[in-house]
């Protein structure tokens, strides 16, 4: 028996994990003006610990889906946060 699977669902699928690797990213690149008030290399170290600490989380996340909300969502927001803040703030 063919397992079918509906494009709609792999898009739905797709945005459901994406999603907060977007959301953050996009939240990130408004803190330009951030580098005003603290120095942008502090923010790049900050931002580069991030990366780091969502590196960690996705190497210890077991691949199970009941491993989704405690490694893999932190991990994406961490990442996405951590390399939007690297792009935003490196001249």
């Given at each position: 028996?063919?397992?079918?699977?509906?494009?709609?669902?792999?898009?739905?699928?797709?945005?459901?994990?994406?999603?907060?690797?977007?959301?953050?990213?996009?939240?990130?690149?408004?803190?330009?003006?951030?580098?005003?008030?603290?120095?942008?290399?502090?923010?790049?170290?900050?931002?580069?610990?991030?990366?780091?600490?969502?590196?960690?989380?996705?190497?210890?996340?077991?691949?199970?889906?009941?491993d989704y909300?405690?490694?893999?969502?932190?991990?994406?927001?961490?990442?996405?946060?951590?390399?939007?803040?690297?792009?935003?703030?490196?001249?």
């Amino acid at each position: 028996m063919a397992i079918t699977v509906s494009p709609s669902s792999i898009f739905k699928h797709i945005l459901l994990i994406r999603s907060p690797l977007c959301v953050t990213a996009i939240a990130m690149s408004f803190t330009g003006s951030l580098s005003r008030i603290v120095s942008p290399k502090w923010i790049i170290l900050t931002s580069l610990f991030l990366c780091m600490v969502a590196t960690i989380l996705l190497a210890l996340g077991g691949g199970k889906p009941e491993d989704y909300w405690s490694y893999v969502f932190p991990a994406l927001t961490l990442g996405g946060s951590g390399a939007m803040l690297t792009y935003t703030h490196t001249k």
